[in-house]
């Protein structure tokens, strides 16, 4: 060809949406130059967990073992909440040559930077895979609650997510609030400590919010089951933040524009 | 299948005077309240600047439209408006038919991409379908005569190669609407009499096109109608009467 001729939309058939194409690029490009590419941060993950929980296990005198398996899966899951709400909170501001200039919508974007932190989440898995099969396997009711436990983490997340950005697009002051505000969280949320350390004052964690998001996805990771109050807080709380966010999104999506 | 067809009724697009308080958070918590907050959002509601002021346009199929005025007149506004990327804060908006979308080409163009992917990012954030850009892929590369570096980095091309590959991947698949702001230049001269080819049989091929640009040139060679802009208003809209 050297002529541009008439052309009109194909046959519809599976067709990849426009943010798997623009996330799995994105991921192409971060590790392109690099030999082991995403690996490395599945080794640095794993020397965190290791080293640290070793630590940990002997400052807390906990057995070794099942210790760094609860710090690899709390760390895993923090990791990946952490990265999707601060990505959001700028995601906007970030990209707003790309908004104002082309057809890429705010869902796309949205959805681009979920699904890069989902496969770096994909990343680490392995080394909680290891864990777990060194310490010999999970009871069956456990592994039972993996599965909805991930679903409704996964689903809180995107809901905060799409909430932080838009209002990351609407107030300097939250992209800028975020990531310190997520360090402090990190220390005061049972993830490299547990739960059961805190003795009586453990009661005030369960009006930490955080602790419910990482504990109905980590406990069944670890062997345990969720306690029905965290499933309950889970199970009520995804429903209310899906319907905010969708709330939110839909207002604001289109005027947030006007706000970058 | 409707007919392409774009159609705004008095659209009005303005845009908020941002002071650094009204994006500050604690501000806008203090404002939500305090008793003295509505004489003091009034008075902050009346810092708009008006971008379109009750714009009434309508673009059929065959329409080859240049939009002209000064800087700051209102055109890029407008075409972002018909593009979608701006809502009406008034007035109504409609639009029929695919839209390529081209502003800044060069945006998508990541510089860890090679030739090949930039091709496919560019075209995808113009409009169009990844399984479209797969089935024009081999035709992009031969237009660009890159062939044989299609898939090197980016990053190792020269501006011209650059330039080249923006253009390809914006102009090989024709859609029903084109929005173009300033056109798509090629440094090289010996690919110019090409590109302007391309670009003709592309713009030919549209159903409905609108353009933008300060340079009249540009306007009378692809366009048979112009539509003045100042001060966010249409101030006139005849044929140009020498294409």
């Known amino acids: 060809m050297s002529e541009a001729e008439p052309s009109r939309p194909r046959p519809r058939v599976w067709r990849s949406p426009v943010w798997a194409v623009l996330a799995w690029h994105e991921i192409r490009f971060r590790y392109r130059r690099s030999t082991l590419g995403p690996w490395w941060i599945t080794i640095a993950t794993a020397i965190f967990v290791v080293f640290v929980g070793t630590v940990y296990a002997r400052l807390l005198q906990q057995p070794v073992l099942s210790m760094v398996l609860y710090i690899s899966a709390g760390f895993i899951l923090w990791q990946f909440f952490s990265a999707c709400l601060s990505d959001a909170s700028s995601l906007f501001h970030m990209n707003r040559e790309l908004l104002l200039n082309t057809q890429t919508t705010p869902l796309m974007l949205l959805l681009r930077t979920f699904s890069f932190n989902l496969f770096i989440l994909a990343h680490n898995f392995p080394i909680y895979l290891v864990l777990v099969a060194i310490t010999g396997g999970l009871a069956l009711s456990s592994l039972a609650m993996i599965l909805p436990g991930l679903l409704l983490f996964l689903a809180s997340t995107f809901a905060l997510m799409t909430i932080f950005a838009i209002f990351g697009a609407r107030f300097m002051d939250v992209p800028a609030m975020v990531p310190p505000v997520l360090q402090v969280m990190f220390l005061i949320t049972p993830i490299m400590w547990r739960l059961e350390f805190l003795a009586d004052f453990a009661t005030y964690q369960y009006l930490n919010p955080l602790h419910h998001i990482i504990a109905v996805a980590r406990d069944p990771m670890v062997g345990s089951i969720p306690t029905t109050l965290t499933l309950g807080i889970m199970a009520t709380s995804t429903v209310i933040l899906a319907w905010f966010a969708w709330s939110v999104y839909a207002k604001n999506h289109q005027r947030l524009i006007y706000w970058l | ?243």
């Open chain 2, 1 to 243: 299948m409707a007919e392409p067809h774009i159609e705004l009724k008095d659209l009005t697009i303005r845009f908020k005077r941002r002071t650094s308080a009204q994006r500050s958070l604690k501000k806008s918590a203090i404002n939500a309240v305090s008793v003295a907050r509505s004489r003091r959002a009034a008075a902050e509601a009346e810092g708009y600047s008006l971008a379109l002021d009750s714009v009434s346009l309508e673009f059929k199929k065959g329409d080859r439209v240049g939009i002209v005025g000064p800087n700051g007149a209102g055109k890029s506004t407008l075409l972002r408006a018909i593009a979608g990327i701006y809502p009406p804060v008034s007035g109504s908006l409609s639009v029929v038919g695919r839209r390529a979308v081209v502003f800044n080409p060069m945006l998508a163009m990541h510089a860890e991409a090679t030739g090949r992917e930039a091709l496919r990012l560019i075209a995808l954030v113009s409009g169009l379908d990844d399984h479209d850009i797969t089935a024009k892929m081999d035709e992009m590369i031969e237009f660009t005569e890159l062939a044989s570096v299609i898939d090197q980095p980016i990053h190792t091309y020269s501006a011209g190669m650059k330039m080249r590959i923006a253009f390809a991947a914006c102009t090989t698949y024709i859609p029903d609407i084109i929005i173009i702001d300033e056109g798509i230049g090629v440094a090289d001269d010996r690919f110019q009499e090409k590109a302007a080819r391309q670009m003709m049989t592309w713009l030919d091929g549209a159903s409905i096109v609108v353009l933008a640009s300060h340079d009249m040139n540009l306007v009378r060679a692809f366009c048979s109608e112009l539509v003045e802009i100042e001060e966010g208003r249409v101030v006139s809209r005849r044929p140009i009467e020498d294409p």
